[in-house]
């Protein structure tokens, strides 16, 4: 009796691993093939550093180039900063992420105040593209992204969580206390 009670708590805590190892599982790979498809690790021309952004521990592009004061190492910080910035607004809307125009080139902005960070035409050419394409590519990046990160850590999937493990500790317990039933019986 006491194997079968044993056996059961394995399969229980077993089974509970999966499902909660599953959603994240399956998240990462998701991020992994959006990266792909969307080109966040580029291809360098040279042999300068780049410096990562990333805001949820994960590398979503490089900056190689400075800008006026600013090295590519604290650009990278700042739009790292920024990303994060954006993921905690309530509010957020991927459309709301645009390019627009500046004195350095191509700006990506958000809510037509907040800047998130500047492509110049040396950034462009760093990475074989256009200053545009390049904005393009890293606007597409950071809507995934913010986007991921906020579906990821909703409070609803918390709650959900928490109500599969419920249902599964109930059933464990339906299942041991008719078996102890059922065999008291025999």
Not at 150 to 168: A, Q
Request: net charge positive.
């Amino acid at each position: 009796m006491i194997k079968f009670k044993t056996l059961l708590l394995q399969l229980f805590l077993g089974c509970s691993f999966l499902v909660f190892s599953k959603s994240q599982t399956n998240g990462n790979a998701n991020v992994g093939e959006n990266q792909a498809e969307s080109g966040v690790f580029y291809q360098k021309n040279d042999n300068s550093k780049g410096y990562p952004v990333d805001p949820f521990d994960d590398t979503l592009f490089l900056v190689y180039n400075r800008i006026g004061v600013f090295s590519a190492e604290s650009r990278a910080q700042a739009i790292t900063k920024r990303i994060e910035m954006l993921s905690k607004d309530p509010l957020f809307r991927k459309d709301s992420l645009r390019i627009c125009k500046s004195d350095f080139g191509l700006e990506i902005v958000y809510n037509t105040d907040f800047v998130v960070m500047s492509v110049t035409d040396s950034d462009g050419k760093k990475m074989g593209n256009t200053n545009f394409e390049l904005a393009q590519k890293n606007l597409a990046i950071i809507q995934k992204a913010v986007l991921f990160h906020k579906e990821n850590n909703l409070v609803t999937n918390w709650i959900k969580s928490l109500g599969i493990l419920f249902l599964v500790l109930m059933g464990v317990f339906v299942i041991v206390f008719s078996f102890q039933k059922r065999f008291k019986k025999l």
